[in-house]
């Protein structure tokens, strides 16, 4: 059964660096999101990404976050300039078109030191 | 403004006794609902949809417009249900899905 890859599993960065959290979806997938779990927290909505560009983001997705898909497989995360409040779960996902749910990739964790 | 409720964080019960997982939602227009599961240390697995009204590992939910719930329920709990239960809504006209803040299933043998 194909999956969401995600890449790296668990990623330590020193605060003020640039991370890129990569993601495959699913092939034939048309959307696709990242959310966020902080450590005990709710699952968070942070975009949401159809043909080649952001349909929709949260208020968490400021001016330090983008998306990529640079070559129409991946799916990129970048944080620009990291705080240690973005140590958390990054979840990517992706869905086909209609009334269908989204399938999650097994989520990179980010620690900011 | 969308909404899901999951009241419980916790939710202990014995091997063989009746579950049910709560969740309202806050919607004005046609929601699809969901639930997730989240075994320990693995990804976020769709269990149930409601537009299927299917049943999946014994679970079953039914969307309740009236009182806009979506309770998961499961006549006989088994030990291998413990795991993290996500409602998720996404409405009719947009993209995103909204998580509940989850319910923590203990069964205990």
């Known amino acids: 059964e194909p999956e969401v890859t995600q890449t790296p599993s668990h990623q330590v960065t020193q605060m003020g660096q640039e991370v890129i959290l990569r993601c495959v979806p699913i092939s034939n997938h048309l959307y696709f999101y990242w959310y966020r779990q902080i450590l005990g927290q709710k699952v968070e909505f942070l975009v949401s990404f159809y043909n080649n560009e952001i349909s929709e983001k949260s208020e968490i997705f400021d001016d330090q976050f983008s998306v990529e898909r640079p070559d129409g497989s991946n799916f990129t995360l970048k944080i620009r300039s990291t705080k240690l409040e973005d140590s958390a779960m990054y979840f990517c996902?992706?869905?086909?078109?209609?009334?269908?749910?989204?399938?999650f990739g097994q989520g990179t964790r980010l620690t900011v030191v | 403004a969308q909404r899901v409720t999951q009241p419980e964080k916790l939710l202990s019960v014995f091997k063989g006794a009746p579950v049910e997982l709560k969740c309202n939602y806050s919607y004005s227009g046609s929601p699809e609902l969901f639930w997730y599961v989240q075994y320990s240390r693995q990804r976020l697995q769709l269990l149930l949809r409601?537009?299927s009204r299917e049943s999946i590992k014994g679970f079953t939910a039914d969307l309740n417009k009236g009182e806009t719930s979506f309770h998961l329920k499961k006549p006989f709990a088994q030990e291998e249900d413990s795991a993290m239960y996500y409602c998720?809504?996404?409405?009719?006209?947009?993209?995103?899905?909204?998580f509940g803040s989850g319910t923590k299933l203990n069964v205990k043998p």
């Open positions: 996902a992706s869905r086909t078109g209609g009334v269908t749910e989204a399938f």
């Open positions: 998720a809504l996404r409405g009719d006209n947009f993209n995103k899905f909204y």
């Open positions: 409601h537009i």
